[in-house]
Nanobody, 123 residues
Framework: QVQLVESGGGLVQSGGSLRLSCAAS????????MGWFRQASGKEREIAAA????????YYADSVKGRFTISRDNAKNTVYLQMDSLKPEDTAVYYC????????????????WGQGTQVTVSS
């Protein structure tokens, strides 16, 4: 079965950096687009970034553009989210998701989801 395991979350001070990883198994990872979503307490889940199957296309929400970088290593079945210049408003549970298509989606059209990893940014 499909498994997505996120790691790399934690507590960091404002202005700091974290790198999230999502290891996928049970699916043809190199043929699927991936996304990182986040959900802050009391708010709806929102997309932060997405990447196409090859990494040739990426998308970033306006709120993270210029600070976050999504990448993937198809040989390792892993997608990453490098988060720099973190702000307290970035505090959320971060989820990776698989879209069973080559192309990315900027919406919620993803098919499998991980369990999430907590990111907390202190001011």
């Amino acid at each position: 079965q499909v498994q997505l395991v996120e790691s790399g979350g934690g507590l960091v001070q404002s202005g700091g950096s974290l790198r999230l990883s999502c290891a996928a198994s049970g699916l043809p990872f190199s043929r699927y687009a991936m996304g990182w979503f986040r959900q802050a307490s009391g708010k709806e889940r929102e997309i932060a970034a997405a990447i196409s199957w090859s990494g040739g296309s990426t998308y970033y929400a306006d709120s993270v553009k210029g600070r976050f970088t999504i990448s993937r290593d198809n040989a390792k079945n892993t997608v990453y989210l490098q988060m720099d210049s973190l702000k307290p408003e970035d505090t959320a549970v971060y989820y990776c998701a698989v879209r069973a298509r080559l192309s990315l989606s900027t919406g919620n059209e993803y098919d499998y989801w991980g369990q999430g990893t907590q990111v907390t940014v202190s001011s």
